[in-house]
């Protein structure tokens, strides 16, 4: 099974300001990573597919880098409605599809 | 628009069964692949099966093999669902129901509201 390791659980910023999320594979998952936010009492949203493709009507200031073990997602200017959890996914080697156990952004 | 709605969780005893459904619309259902991911209280996400489209082959979590049935109905119904048996009470979680971007697997493009499925005495 692929552990996927994020950090850092939680990351406190201010809105304006740039967001580095990381996720790490514990081996390589290639570029079938995902990523995804969360908001409380809400169904989780697909933000990035495939380590770097924005999903449908995802705006440009979240993107998505890495292949292999490291990946990273980042939010270039933070807005209030980004305040949220996000968690990476692999589908590389399933199954089992596994997730990380998220980040909390918080402000 | 692609919408995804979920029913049949609810509170039932260890050992108990239940059923969830997952009605689709919005897209031919029966050419992608459909999943279940779950959430339990507080925690992160869990990913607990998936059927294919286009003849369905299914695969599970090790915590759920043997004890969970996933199947859909790609006629007129176009639903998913999960057949859950042997409840224990770390299955309590909402549970998602999430369409999969390609006909045998893919990212989780969109996901269903979730539906509370809680196991206690």
């Known amino acids: 099974e692929i552990v996927l390791t994020q950090s850092p659980a939680t990351l406190s910023l201010s809105p304006g300001e740039r967001a580095t999320l990381s996720c790490r594979a514990s081996q390589s998952v290639s570029s079938y990573l995902a990523w995804y936010q969360q908001k409380p009492g809400q169904a989780p949203r697909l933000l990035i597919y495939?380590?770097?493709n924005r999903a449908t009507g995802i705006p440009a200031r979240f993107s998505g880098s890495g292949s292999g073990t490291d990946f990273t997602l980042t939010i270039s200017t933070l807005e209030p409605e980004d305040f949220a959890v996000y968690y990476c996914?692999?589908?590389?080697?399933?199954?089992?599809?596994?997730f990380g156990q998220g980040t909390r952004l918080e402000i | 628009e692609v919408q995804l709605l979920e029913s049949g969780g609810g509170l039932v005893q260890p050992g108990g069964s239940l059923r969830l459904s997952c009605a689709a619309s919005?897209?031919?259902?029966?050419?992608?692949?459909m999943s279940w991911v779950r959430q339990a209280p507080g925690k992160g996400l869990e990913w607990v099966s998936t059927i294919s489209g286009r003849g369905g082959s299914t695969y599970y979590a090790d915590s759920v093999k043997g004890r969970f049935t996933v199947s859909r109905d790609d006629s007129n119904n176009t639903t998913l669902y999960l057949q859950m048996n042997s409840l224990r009470a770390e299955d309590t979680a909402v549970y998602y129901c999430a369409k999969g971007q390609w006909v045998q697997t893919g990212s989780f493009d969109y996901w269903g509201q979730g539906t509370l499925v809680t196991v206690s005495s």
């Open positions: 919005g897209f031919t259902f029966s050419n992608f692949a």
């Open positions: 495939d380590a770097s």
């Open positions: 996914q692999q589908r590389s080697n399933w199954p089992p599809i596994t």
